[in-house]
């Protein structure tokens, strides 16, 4: 049987990943909107940069243009021009504050699935290049459980929930896990699956929030979270995302800023062999794998 194109993308791949450098790919997503998943992946990204990481977001949320609305810039490109119009990494990357970058990804996302062989071979020799421009790749998925957040889930080795005292959120996060739970791609042991509480009062609301979903997620799909921490509810992040800059630059000293660093702090040091480097190459490779088998 003939291999499939991503498949023998995929040997390539690996064959590039011991010449070159790959950077760590974490997806933000959750269970339903307005939960603070992009506020997070924009803060956390500034963190890393104040910690002398090179970082991009690649806003996979698609048709909202979340990140770009947080930071106030339009980019002149996206995703699908890289695709298609044949612009280098470089010029679909708009600089943000503190020099980091992001990638609108527009429908581009959505059209992988559609690319032709050489098409698709154009696009990871592009995709190499961005592993060794950045350390990070933080990819801002869309809410819920709609095919393209389930993908990106899978394909992902490093994984945030963000999770909000709703009931809705906590319900909502769970279906999400179910529903990545029942593919076959699903690999427990490939796999960091750690939550974040957001807009919570105190320390131990959130901590109870991560108690009630934990302890559901291990008895009935086997999935063990981790608890990164929480960030208490503040007026001055609603207030930085109607200013639209972020609050770990209009109130560094902001208790949330604080949790948001200790967050990033937190996934710095996490143990050698608890992070599983990629490289946003493999991860988009492994997305269209995904894509098309569940077409």
């Known amino acids: 049987m003939a291999m499939d194109q991503a498949d023998k993308l995929r040997q390539k791949m690996e064959l ?109 020799a592009k995709l190499v ?64 699956i750690r939550v974040v509480t957001n807009r919570v009062s105190n320390k131990d609301e959130g901590q109870e929030i991560y108690d009630k979903i934990s302890i559901v997620v291990s008895k009935f799909l086997n999935i063990q979270l981790d608890y990164l921490g929480y960030i208490p509810d503040d007026k001055r992040i609603v207030n930085a995302v109607i200013e639209q800059k972020p609050i770990s630059l209009t109130a560094p000293d902001s208790e949330p800023a604080f949790h948001i660093r200790n967050i990033c702090n937190r996934l710095l040091n996490l143990p050698v062999d608890e992070e599983k480097p990629e490289g946003i190459a493999k991860v988009l490779l492994n997305f269209i794998k995904t894509k098309k088998k569940n077409l």
């Not at 949320?61 to 280098?88: C, H, Q, W």
């Not at 990357?93 to 990638?103: A, R, V, Y």
């Open 16 to 124: 590039l990943k011991e010449q070159a450098p790959t950077a760590r790919v974490i997806a933000v997503t959750s269970g339903k909107g307005g939960v603070g998943k992009t506020s997070l992946s924009v803060n956390l990204a500034l963190q890393f940069r104040e910690q002398g990481k090179r970082v991009v977001i690649l806003d996979a949320d698609f048709g909202l243009a979340n990140v770009e609305v947080m930071l106030g810039i339009r980019p002149l490109y996206n995703l699908a021009d890289l695709i298609f119009d044949n612009k280098s990494i470089e010029e679909i990357i708009t600089e943000g504050p503190m020099g980091i970058g992001f990638i609108s990804g527009g429908s581009g996302v959505q059209d992988l699935v559609n690319l032709d062989k050489d098409k698709l071979k154009k696009l990871i």
């Open 129 to 192: 290049k961005l592993d060794s421009l950045y350390d990070i790749v933080i990819i801002d998925t869309g809410a819920g459980i709609a095919d393209s957040v389930i993908e990106f889930v899978l394909s992902s080795p490093e994984v945030l929930l963000v999770v909000t005292p709703e009931p809705t959120s906590i319900t909502d996060s769970y279906s999400l896990l179910k529903a990545v739970n029942r593919k076959k791609e699903f690999v427990r042991e490939q796999k960091s």
